[in-house]
């Protein structure tokens, strides 16, 4: 059954000169997609950013632009295509904090995108004897964190990840550069076939969009976004993996590197992201433990109390609305904590700050905070 909010979520997103950080703003504004379709004009031109320009583009465009989604809706339903809006609680958490979200994506498969740990490995695709038996020994030491895995489906280190992830058991999501009927490259169609069964596919490309050059950058963004950690396994200095090491960088999430024969080519990257300090050299799993902190998170998962007790007399009022929050969830996002304890961000740092000084919360990578 098709259903109307998906008509209008595809729709907003395919309006010309409408862009991610504009779409937010104009559902922000007027409340959601279909109040911005029936929005009185003088209303949208108030929309930071809506000029007269665009203002005729959006009425002009707008019913030609309903009918199209409304058949990309109907497609995506004969496909078992998710559409998932950014305001949707499957949209991925963790790419819902980085400036250049896209904010519709298109998602067949079972996979949690916001399942507690998720890792992102990538690589060159001129993969080494070297590089496949460091991928699997990765994906097999991360069998016992339930992590999920995600690549790009491409050739090499990618193709090498996923299909190590199936053999473990492990979730594993391919994020494409093309629309979400299109697997490529076509020889991989098999393992992504397994994948929907046992992670998935996502694009934020609409139907019947090609693989081009210049959609693969854009794809590695969401690689880089939506995962806890890249780990770069073997790159050439000039290469799009360490492009996707600098957008994780960029974002301010943990890059790992395998450090690599100095006399190889697809090492050079590698060797060079660790020398540059722009990323934790990955000699083990318990590298990637102590970097994120794992360690810790189980250590308070596994305690038997699901509660704690605070004497309200040793916090103030900002202190204690952030702690409730973390005792129900033990670990959050700064962003996530802002709003579930309706703590103004400006305020928000001092107040962690303070209870990192009374011993009990813990800062982690990624503006993640969690409870001791």
């Not at 280190?157 to 490259?185: C, F, K, N, W």
């Not at 190889?264 to 970097?291: F, R």
Request: aromatic share 6%; proline share 6%.
């Amino acid at each position: 059954m098709v259903e109307e909010h998906n008509i209008y979520e595809v729709a907003i997103t395919r309006l010309p000169g409408v862009g991610a950080q504009l779409t937010r703003l104009l559902v922000s504004y007027c409340g959601s997609p279909k109040a911005v379709f029936e929005a009185p004009l003088a209303k949208l031109q108030k929309v930071p950013g809506v000029g007269p320009k665009l203002l005729q583009s959006i009425k002009d465009n707008a019913r030609t632009t309903l009918l199209q989604a409304e058949e990309w809706v109907k497609r995506a339903e004969e496909l078992e295509v998710q559409l998932l809006f950014y305001t949707s609680p499957k949209f991925p958490d963790r790419l819902k904090q980085i400036p250049d979200a896209p904010t519709l994506l298109y998602f067949r498969g079972n996979a949690n995108l916001n399942q507690r740990r998720i890792i992102s490995m990538v690589g060159t695709r001129q993969i080494t004897t070297y590089g496949q038996t460091v991928t699997e020994r990765i994906v097999e030491e991360l069998k016992p964190y339930n992590v999920t895995i995600v690549s790009g489906l491409a050739y090499g280190v990618d193709i090498v990840a996923h299909r190590a992830a199936l053999q473990a058991g492990l979730p594993t999501v391919g994020v494409m550069a093309s629309g979400p009927e299109t697997v490529y490259p076509a020889v991989h169609r098999k393992y992504a076939d397994r994948m929907l069964t046992q992670g998935g596919l996502l694009t934020e490309n609409p139907f019947g969009t090609r693989p081009d050059a210049p959609r693969f950058p854009a794809r590695n963004r969401i690689i880089a976004g939506m995962s806890d950690c890249t780990i770069v396994v073997e790159a050439a200095m000039k290469s799009g993996t360490l492009i996707t090491a600098d957008i994780a960088h960029s974002y301010d999430k943990e890059v790992m590197a395998v450090p690599g024969n100095i006399t190889s080519p697809v090492s050079e990257g590698t060797n060079h992201l660790i020398k540059s300090l722009k990323a934790v050299a990955y000699t083990s799993v318990q590298d990637l433990v102590e970097l994120l902190n794992w360690d810790l998170q189980d250590e308070a998962a596994s305690r038997k109390s699901s509660k704690i007790s605070f004497d309200p007399a040793e916090f103030n009022k900002d202190e204690l609305k952030v702690l409730q929050v973390l005792q129900q969830t033990r670990e959050e996002h700064m962003d996530n904590l802002s709003w579930k304890a309706q703590v103004p961000i400006s305020l928000l740092a001092s107040v962690l700050l303070g209870l990192e000084f009374k011993g009990v919360v813990k800062a982690l990578p990624g503006k993640r905070f969690i409870l001791l």
